[in-house]
């Protein structure tokens, strides 16, 4: 493939390596969204189901108005969406148990309307992350803060491929597949070059692919 020449202050190869496995990981994930608000009819019936696969993301967007002008007579919606079991997921009720994963609370955000994302993972090194395992269901439900309106329920629930099962396995196999084809000495040998040409511009790096 080619080897990294390190000048001084050069950056290391093998941080030119991880990065370039993060863009890989990076392009293979899929991102599901998700618009949390009562307007979204399939929450407020509670059949909306959507499958991941580990390293996907879920991508919640809280309710967001443009301007105060904007909205209807009333308060806007101020939700906190929690992960719950299966028995508290026929209805949104707090319970011990119930794993508080973040609070839309900003609803004139000057930015846009704020967004959460749940990296779908195995392990996690974060404190406040959550880990997911292949095979199972995971729900989310909500419930109105004191600051804002009475809400009907939401919920969501959200399944983690692949249960050991042939179905399971075909699945597996094809995402390996589009795995593999980024790692094709064509696509790898691309991006790498991408990475030393941007990293000798930043960082007065010589990075020789052919040596």
């Given at each position: 493939?080619?080897?990294?020449?390190?000048?001084?202050?050069?950056?290391?190869?093998?941080?030119?390596?991880?990065?370039?496995?993060?863009?890989?990981?990076?392009?293979?994930?899929?991102r599901?969204?998700?618009?949390?608000?009562?307007?979204?009819?399939?929450?407020?019936?509670?059949?909306?189901?959507?499958?991941?696969?580990?390293?996907?993301?879920?991508?919640?967007?809280?309710?967001?108005?443009?301007?105060?002008?904007?909205?209807?007579?009333?308060?806007?919606?101020?939700?906190?969406?929690?992960?719950?079991?299966?028995?508290?997921?026929?209805?949104?009720?707090?319970?011990?148990?119930a794993?508080?994963?973040?609070?839309?609370?900003?609803?004139?955000?000057?930015?846009?309307?704020?967004?959460?994302?749940?990296?779908?993972?195995?392990?996690?090194?974060?404190?406040?992350?959550?880990?997911?395992?292949?095979?199972?269901h995971?729900?989310?439900?909500?419930?109105?803060?004191?600051?804002?309106?009475?809400?009907?329920?939401?919920?969501?629930?959200?399944?983690?491929?692949?249960?050991?099962?042939?179905?399971?396995?075909?699945?597996?196999?094809?995402?390996?597949?589009?795995?593999?084809?980024?790692?094709s000495?064509?696509?790898?040998?691309?991006?790498?070059?991408?990475?030393?040409?941007?990293v000798?511009?930043?960082?007065?790096?010589?990075?020789?692919?052919?040596?």
């Open positions: 493939m080619g080897s990294l020449v390190g000048t001084p202050g050069a950056l290391p190869a093998w941080k030119a390596t991880i990065f370039l496995f993060n863009i890989i990981a990076a392009a293979v994930a899929k599901h969204v998700v618009y949390w608000n009562s307007t979204n009819t399939r929450l407020t019936a509670g059949d909306l189901s959507i499958q991941v696969n580990l390293n996907d993301y879920l991508d919640i967007y809280c309710p967001h108005y443009p301007n105060k002008g904007t909205l209807d007579p009333g308060q806007p919606e101020s939700l906190a969406l929690y992960l719950v079991g299966e028995a508290t997921f026929q209805g949104c009720v707090e319970t011990r148990g794993i508080k994963r973040w609070e839309c609370n900003t609803p004139y955000a000057p930015f846009g309307p704020v967004r959460f994302s749940e990296k779908i993972q195995r392990f996690t090194p974060f404190s406040l992350g959550f880990e997911f395992l292949p095979g199972r995971y729900y989310y439900s909500s419930l109105p803060t004191d600051e804002g309106p009475p809400l009907p329920c939401m919920k969501l629930r959200v399944t983690v491929c692949c249960e050991p099962t042939s179905e399971g396995s075909k699945q597996i196999q094809s995402r390996l597949q589009h795995f593999n084809l980024f790692f000495t064509e696509y790898v040998y691309s991006i790498y070059s991408c990475i030393c040409h941007i000798s511009l930043k960082f007065m790096f010589k990075c020789d692919l052919f040596a």
